[in-house]
């Protein structure tokens, strides 16, 4: 592999041979099998990012050295995995068959352990991650870093760990719990039932909780469990009233951060508020955080949610176009999000639907049975 030895002399003369230095190492990096070799080939592709940005060679050829590079660091990193190396470099006594010959370390392998750590995890990111990933920056135009790659490989993480202690706690009733692929339910008070989580197991709690002036201290209790079972910087975003709004956001904000209110409109909904003598045309989604709000780990997105559509089988049931959206545009896939108000399923069902995982509580006995009801439809 000289790729970047035949190319160096001339990388600056023209953007042909950049793309051309690209292509042939597009190539070569499909008949890259072992770790030496791998990490010799991210020192070249990192030599071409270089070079295209220094020889002016346009966003998009820039970036398609940047892509090749991240490329060469994914396949080191699964060649390394592959290879068991310990983070000293040898394989562990621990292996049921041991070579007669062993492995070379990552020193011998010219491989520093915090490049072998970074490209390990480039590799962990599930491909159909890494390649949505690389689009959309593509798409949006933004240059393509390791860095990115890394966060989300650090989210994915994060989200294995809390998972598995979340499994490790809850125990499964009988009559008032039930699960499917991908959501949970409890039945009950979700004072009571939502003690059997740990903390910090939840990315977001999206929830619809009664918002008249007897419920008041419900939002209390919710702020209170939230800043337990919230991950740091997991945010609280529930519908309420205009009405009380202060009195809410005064509640909230003894256990959380304020955030922002998103505005959902009501065409053709509207409620004639007597006490004010305006006709609302819209409610507020009041958002919290715990801790700073996230907006390193969030994109841009509007403060209008889609218009809701009256979709009542009960009194208090709400749209799920509003709160789908914000799901979306608050968290990623992969993510815990709890109701705990759950109704009659509505939320439960756009989670499971974005491919986020669904954790959620319900006191009544037949708005349980309903929910559990729709989320197995869903399931079919």
């Avoid at 970047?4 to 953007?15: C, F, I, T, Y």
């Avoid at 959309?136 to 990115?148: D, H, M, V, Y």
């Avoid at 007897?214 to 209390?220: H, I, K, R, T, Y």
């Avoid at 815990?336 to 939320?347: K, W």
């Amino acid at each position: 592999m000289n790729v970047v030895d035949d190319w160096l002399p001339v990388a600056h003369e023209s953007r042909i041979d950049v793309m051309a230095a690209i292509e042939r190492a597009r190539t070569e990096l499909q008949r890259v099998e072992d770790p030496r070799e791998a990490a010799v080939f991210v020192a070249q592709t990192e030599a071409i990012r270089y070079l295209a940005e220094k020889a002016y060679a346009g966003h998009e050829v820039q970036n398609q050295a940047a892509e090749l590079a991240l490329r060469a660091k994914r396949r080191a990193g699964e060649l390394l995995a592959a290879s068991e190396l310990s983070r000293g470099g040898r394989p562990s006594e621990t292996m049921d068959i041991v070579s007669p010959v062993s492995p070379p370390t990552l020193d011998e392998l010219g491989i520093q352990p915090k490049d072998s750590q970074r490209w390990q995890a480039v590799a962990s990111v599930p491909e159909d991650r890494f390649e949505q990933h690389l689009a959309e920056q593509q798409t949006a135009g933004r240059e393509l870093t390791t860095a990115s790659v890394l966060a989300i490989a650090k989210h994915i993480a994060a989200q294995r760990a809390r998972k598995s202690e979340l499994n490790a706690r809850l125990i499964e009733p009988i009559d008032d719990y039930a699960e499917g692929p991908g959501w949970r339910l409890f039945g009950g008070d979700f004072r009571d039932r939502l003690s059997l989580l740990p903390d910090g197991c939840i990315d977001a709690i999206v929830t619809d909780p009664p918002y008249n002036a007897d419920s008041l201290p419900l939002w209390g209790d919710l702020a209170k469990h939230a800043a337990r079972l919230l991950k740091p910087q997991g945010l609280l975003v529930a519908l309420t009233g205009q009405v009380m709004l202060p009195l809410v956001i005064e509640q909230v904000a003894v256990h959380l951060s304020y955030g922002w209110v998103y505005c959902q409109p009501m065409p053709g909904q509207n409620s004639r508020i007597l006490g004010r003598h305006v006709f609302q045309t819209w409610k507020p989604w009041v958002t919290f955080s715990n801790g700073a709000w996230p907006s390193g780990s969030i994109g841009w997105h509007e403060d209008t949610t889609p218009a809701s559509v009256m979709e009542k089988s009960y009194r208090w049931q709400q749209d799920s176009a509003p709160a789908a959206y914000l799901i979306e545009s608050l968290t990623q896939v992969g993510d815990v999000i709890c109701d705990p108000f759950v109704g009659v399923g509505s939320y439960g069902e756009a989670v499971v639907g974005l491919e986020r995982e669904f954790i959620g509580c319900e006191a009544d006995s037949g708005r349980f049975a309903k929910a559990v009801e729709r989320l197995r439809s869903q399931d079919a």
